[in-house]
């Protein structure tokens, strides 16, 4: 969409090309996948138990793709609490599900 550019590959590129060091893009239900100026991940999406309210869901994965940058996890673990983190947000409405640090904790000690 910031591109304009209808192939993903093509508008990653474009992206890297203008300095970014790595380009996320969320999916919905079809996962994320992120670009490096080397590679390209693909994480698929993790089904939630049940779908209450997907608004956020987007958001929730970009913050956890961050948290797990900060946690210097390497970019597909990053991609991988994103998604559990996403799907985990669709389980309730509003912000009622949204991941915590327990969340993060879990993950990060390997449980979630």
Excluded: W
Aim: with cysteine; charged share 20%; hydrophobic share 45%.
């Amino acid at each position: 969409v910031l591109t304009g550019i209808q192939a993903m590959d093509a508008g990653a590129a474009q992206m890297l090309n203008t300095g970014a060091g790595i380009v996320v893009v969320k999916m919905g239900a079809k996962g994320i996948r992120a670009f490096t100026e080397r590679s390209m991940f693909h994480q698929d999406a993790v089904p939630p138990r049940e779908i209450k309210d997907r608004t956020g869901a987007g958001d929730v994965a970009a913050a956890g793709f961050l948290a797990g940058m900060i946690h210097v996890m390497d970019i597909p673990r990053c991609l991988e609490l994103a998604a559990r983190a996403a799907s985990l947000s669709i389980e309730g409405y509003g912000r009622s599900a949204y991941p915590d640090r327990a969340f993060l904790e879990r993950f990060l000690s390997g449980l979630t």
